[in-house]
């Protein structure tokens, strides 16, 4: 790096402007690397519940963190970006952020779903902590999701009303949990 400045020094290099943008490189392919992890997210029956609800859960998590950063590193640097004629519209909501929010709402869908299997499996054990606690980590999880990604579409819905099917009779207190939940 010392060499490079040594060259540059003698020219009238715009530092700034290639700083900006190998910033905003690395950003930028940083978010479509989590966009395509999200996105392409499989479910498989295979591994055990509770390594493949984390897995799901560790997607929303690292999404949740890349939007806040970039929300920070937007507020900061978008009016630098736009001085250096950079391109900026990925960094605005509806862009790369959307597509990042829409692939969440996917994952909240895989989540219930294998909650649902899940719940289904354990139901002829009569674990009924088992389904409790399974349960209320579903619904905090889709929870987590609508407010990161400001709504679920119906196919989550549904899977809502899936689990919801088969909550036992006895288990009042997640009944009422899930009484907000339209029914279709």
């Known amino acids: 790096m010392a060499d490079e400045r040594a060259v540059l020094k003698h020219f009238k290099w715009p530092e700034r402007k290639a700083d900006a943008m190998r910033e905003a490189a690395i950003e930028y392919r940083d978010l479509k690397c989590l966009e395509s992890e999200v996105s392409c997210c499989k479910d498989n029956a295979n591994v055990p519940c509770g390594l493949a609800l984390k897995k799901i859960a560790g997607l929303l998590d690292k ?53 649902a299997m899940e719940l289904e499996s354990v139901r002829n054990s009569e674990r009924e902590s088992s389904q409790e606690a399974l349960l209320l980590q579903g619904v905090h999880f889709a929870y987590r ?10 196919e989550t819905l549904c899977a809502f009303e899936e689990i919801r099917q088969q909550v036992p009779e006895h288990m009042g207190g997640s009944r009422e949990l899930l009484a907000g939940i339209p029914s279709s």
């Open 63 to 115: 999404s949740e963190r890349s939007i806040q950063r970039l929300i920070k590193l937007r507020n900061s640097v978008l009016r630098s970006y736009q001085e250096c004629g950079i391109p900026t519209g990925w960094m605005l909501d509806s862009g790369i952020v959307s597509k990042i929010k829409q692939a969440s709402i996917n994952l909240a869908k895989m989540y219930m779903q294998r909650v």
């Open 145 to 154: 999701t609508h407010q990161f990604a400001g709504g679920l579409d119906s």
